[in-house]
T-cell receptor
Framework: DTGVSQDPRHKITKRGQNVTFRCDPI?????LYWYRQTLGQGPEFLTY????????KSRLLSDRFSAERPKGSFSTLEIQRTEQGDSAMYLC??????????????FGNGTRLTVT | DAKTTQPTSMDCAEGRAANLPCNHS???????VYWYRQIHSQGPQYIIH???NNETNEMASLIITEDRKSSTLILPHATLRDTAVYYC???????????FGAGTTVTVRA
């Protein structure tokens, strides 16, 4: 079990640029989540995949944000035309979902985005 | 619409038990209590969860009151590496995601 892996760990970009983050979940996990965390706050839910299907998007996920999980394995989160308010830690989590069972989410160590 | 209430911060002495309280007075019958912690610059780490019975694992013990309106996470022998933000989360059986509050900042002091 190598855990949830996120890449890169840190990203500094200029306002207006596009950025993409990658998440590799625990291999047998069929559910994948993206969260955002700003300083001093708890993580906030952004979106959720079951296999390759994106089943929920938070209102926090503006039109500039898009997430994909094309083969039901790794996922990418893209932010277009970044703004300074996008500066945050972006966390990915995965879990093994079965009918009637809610297993714990396992988180990666996040990608810290700084928009200058 | 916070489902849990936790103290903002608390200090613990190294080597002593740390007892972290959480109130969840509106919890319903099919909602579980989950605990996570987040060490600085890392992602949240799962600790333990329970429905109504007390639970214990290698990291901690979870004590849930009989009326389920509150719970206590116990770290039996706190170490400096237990310094973190601890989150108490109520999660329904039909909830696939977790909703985090602000948590309790726990500082273990030598």
């Amino acid at each position: 079990d190598t855990g949830v892996s996120q890449d890169p760990r840190h990203k500094i970009t200029k306002r207006g640029q596009n950025v993409t983050f990658r998440c590799d979940p625990i291999s047998e996990h069929n559910r994948l989540y993206w969260y955002r965390q700003t300083l001093g706050q708890g993580p906030e839910f952004l979106t959720y995949f079951q296999n390759e299907a994106q089943l929920e998007k938070s209102r926090l996920l503006s039109d500039r944000f898009s997430a994909e999980r094309p083969k039901g394995s790794f996922s990418t989160l893209e932010i277009q035309r970044t703004e300074q308010g996008d500066s945050a830690m972006y966390l990915c989590a995965s879990s093994l979902g079965r009918p009637g069972m809610r297993s714990p989410l396992h988180f990666g160590n996040g990608t810290r985005l700084t928009v200058t | 619409d916070a489902k849990t209430t936790q103290p903002t911060s608390m200090d613990c002495a190294e080597g002593r038990a740390a007892n972290l309280p959480c109130n969840h007075s509106t919890i319903s019958g099919n909602e579980y209590v989950y605990w996570y912690r987040q060490i600085h610059s890392q992602g949240p780490q799962y600790i333990i969860h329970g429905l109504k019975n007390n639970e214990t694992n290698e990291m901690a013990s979870l004590i849930i009151t009989e009326d389920r309106k509150s719970s206590t996470l116990i770290l039996p022998h706190a170490t400096l590496r237990d310094t973190a933000v601890y989150y108490c989360i109520v999660r329904g059986i039909y909830d696939y995601k977790l909703s985090f509050g602000a948590g309790t900042t726990v500082t273990v002091r030598a």
